[in-house]
């Protein structure tokens, strides 16, 4: 077991290593693995690690999740003894490490035979996937913080596309922040496909302001059924604080 851990302290390390991402329909899509460490979202079904593995069944030899809690990885490691075993269950959403010691395969996608979207998951937004509404904006940008220099109004507002999976039900928002020196507004929105910027067609879906509690904080959202057949949704920032009002990460959890 100290063999995988320095492996994935590599992996983790290591420039180019897969990602995880989803593209296209992610209502459909199975998530591929190759050989070597993969770093993928776990769409199935909540299972115990041999279970929602079991398409790849022979074909790795450990599966790491981050424990935010105990602060370490949790393991799972076929054949290895109970007390190394410490990852019982997989759930949907995950992020997990999977090293794929064989030719590689598929994990399951989130669309069971029906097609119908099942369970709950979340999706979450970084910071440096922000982008200003202005080309006159200036701000600072790191891997997860995003902040005005000044309080120009052109530098105060950022928004970022969401890829929610088609027929889930938005459930609520959390954001991250800083608000020392002004306020922050962060809005989840959607508009028809077909609206430009119209802003009487674009509705709120969930707000979070930092005047309504301290950071990070969670608001329920208004009830919706994603259709990225007929809607497009998106993130809107608003930081009216200069270097004072900082955004960090936004998570967005909904139901099947």
Same mark, same amino acid.
């Given at each position: #077991?100290?063999?995988?851990?320095? %492996?994935?302290?590599? %992996? ?12 296209? +329909? &992610? ?11 993969? +770093? ?7 299972? @115990? ?17 981050? +424990? ?9 490691? $076929?054949? &290895? $003894? ?13 992020? !997990? ?10 994990? $399951? ?36 913080? =995003? ?17 929610? $999976? ?6 609520? #928002? ?18 028809? =496909?077909?609206?430009?910027?119209? @802003?009487?067609? !674009? ?24 259709? +990225?057949? &007929? ?20 998570? !967005?959890?909904?139901?099947?």
């Amino acid at each position: #077991m100290k063999r995988l851990r320095l %492996a994935l302290a590599g %992996a983790l390390l290591a420039a180019g290593i897969a990602a995880a991402t989803i593209a296209g +329909n &992610a209502a459909d899509a199975a998530t591929p693995v190759v050989a070597g460490w993969n +770093n993928v979202p776990y769409l199935g079904a909540t299972l @115990p690690p041999n279970e929602a593995l079991g398409s790849i069944a022979g074909q790795y030899d450990a599966v790491y999740r981050w +424990n935010t809690t105990s602060g370490k990885y949790d393991v799972y490691a $076929p054949g &290895a $003894p109970a007390y190394v075993n410490t990852l019982s269950q997989i759930n949907q959403g995950d992020a !997990i490490w999977v090293n794929v010691t064989g030719q590689g395969g598929t994990l $399951p996608g989130l669309t069971g035979g029906s097609g119908a979207v099942t369970g709950s998951g979340k999706y979450s937004i970084a910071a440096s996937t922000f982008v200003p509404a202005s080309d006159l904006a200036v701000y600072e940008k790191s891997f997860n913080q =995003i902040n005005p220099v000044g309080t120009d109004q052109a530098s105060q507002r950022y928004f970022a596309p969401v890829h929610l $999976p088609d027929g889930v039900t938005i459930t609520s #928002m959390t954001a991250a922040y800083e608000a020392s020196g002004g306020e922050v507004q962060v809005r989840l929105d959607f508009t028809p =496909i077909i609206n430009g910027d119209n @802003p009487a067609s !674009i509705y709120k879906l969930a707000e979070v302001l930092s005047t309504g509690g301290s950071s990070p904080q969670t608001v329920t959202a208004f009830t919706h059924t994603v259709d +990225n057949g &007929a809607n497009v949704y998106f993130v809107v920032v608003d930081l009216t604080g200069g270097s004072g009002t900082k955004l960090r990460g936004v998570t !967005i959890a909904y139901a099947g």
